[in-house]
């Protein structure tokens, strides 16, 4: 499986963007998707993931309200609109892909067995 990410940019604060990754290899429709970011001298943390089924989303509690986690099944493609934009969603973004994850484990990094490159998001105030 092999995951592409773009749309990464300079914004400023309160501005958006919106995140693809292509995701080829496999039948995309049989995968759990998500993303990651990943800031300088900072973990890695879980940002949004949808269901293979597109049936079920889930969201870090700081992006709530604010990013919206999508696929398109005809394209291979996951997205993540990401508006209101502030200086701490400045990082790497990463596109993850599984076939099988239970729910608790579809927030957890180490449970994904595709990443792709990271596309980087600027946020300036």
């Known amino acids: 499986v092999q995951l592409q990410a773009s749309g990464g940019g300079l914004v400023q604060a309160g501005g958006s963007l919106r995140l693809s990754c292509v995701v080829s290899g496999r039948t995309f429709r049989d995968y759990n998707v998500g993303w990651f970011r990943q800031a300088p001298g900072k973990e890695r943390e879980f940002v949004a993931a949808i269901r293979r089924s597109g049936g079920a989303t889930f969201y870090a509690d700081s992006v709530k309200g604010r990013f919206t986690i999508s696929r398109d099944n005809a394209k291979n493609t996951v997205y993540l609109q990401m508006n209101s934009l502030k200086p701490e969603d400045t990082a790497a973004y990463y596109c993850?892909?599984?076939?099988?994850?239970?729910?608790?484990?579809?927030?957890?990094?180490?449970?994904?067995?595709?990443w792709g490159q990271g596309t980087q998001v600027t946020v300036s105030s």
């Open positions: 993850v892909a599984d076939r099988s994850l239970i729910t608790s484990s579809m927030t957890n990094g180490d449970a994904y067995d595709y």
